[in-house]
């Protein structure tokens, strides 16, 4: 059976984490793809400003 992640990232006292997806657009086609990367909550405004 397969692990949940999401088990694992909520435990008391930890770092909460949040999920940030970026569309971003490819210079060769136009298209958009997205990124996603799990932050720490703290970090959110950094990442997106980026």
């Known amino acids: 059976m397969a692990k949940?992640?999401?088990?694992t990232l909520k435990k008391e006292g930890g770092v909460t984490y949040a999920k940030v997806i970026k569309a971003v657009r490819s210079e060769k086609t136009g298209?958009?793809?997205?990124?996603?990367?799990?932050?720490?909550?703290?970090?959110?405004?950094?990442v997106l400003k980026k």
Request: glycine content about 0%.
């Open 31 to 46: 298209a958009y793809t997205f990124k996603e990367e799990m932050v720490p909550s703290q970090m959110v405004k950094e």
């Open 4 to 7: 949940k992640v999401v088990a």
